[in-house]
């Protein structure tokens, strides 16, 4: 059975970081490709970030780049999403999502869009990004 386990959301002042965690269990890590989705009220969920675990590649949605960092801890099973310089517009629920990867990757079939490759998410953790 796949669990995800988020942490790290919060209120946070624009230009600000916070630090995501998500934990990983009932899965083979190395197999799998785990990332962050996210929804904001009134708005049609987005991939955010992704990283397949065997070999660490990733994927960033353009509004995120240079900003947000995902990285992990095979030794954990978990994934963090580092997110800096934080805007309102980042306000939303955040989602840790999985699925198993099926070769050939392409990061944008799993993260790509609304994220519907991903096959397993979170309950979520809200992230405010407020003055």
């Known amino acids: 059975q796949v669990q995800l386990v988020e942490s790290g959301g919060g209120l946070v002042q624009p230009g600000g970081s916070l630090r995501l965690s998500c934990t990983a269990s009932?899965?083979?890590?190395?197999?799998?490709?785990i990332g962050w989705l996210r929804q904001a009220p009134g708005k049609e969920r987005e991939g955010v970030s992704c990283v397949r675990i065997k070999d660490g590649s990733t994927y960033y949605v353009d509004s995120v780049k240079g900003r947000f960092t995902i990285s992990r801890d095979n030794a954990k099973n978990t994934v963090y999403l580092t997110m800096n310089n934080l805007q309102p517009e980042d306000t939303a629920t955040y989602y840790c999502?999985?699925?198993?990867?099926?070769?050939?990757?392409?990061?944008?079939?799993?993260?790509?869009?609304?994220?519907?490759?991903?096959?397993?998410r979170g309950k979520g953790t809200l992230v405010t990004v407020s003055s």
């Open positions: 009932g899965v083979t890590f190395e197999y799998y490709v």
């Open positions: 999502a999985t699925a198993k990867v099926e070769e050939p990757f392409n990061s944008e079939n799993y993260c790509g869009g609304a994220g519907y490759g991903m096959d397993y």
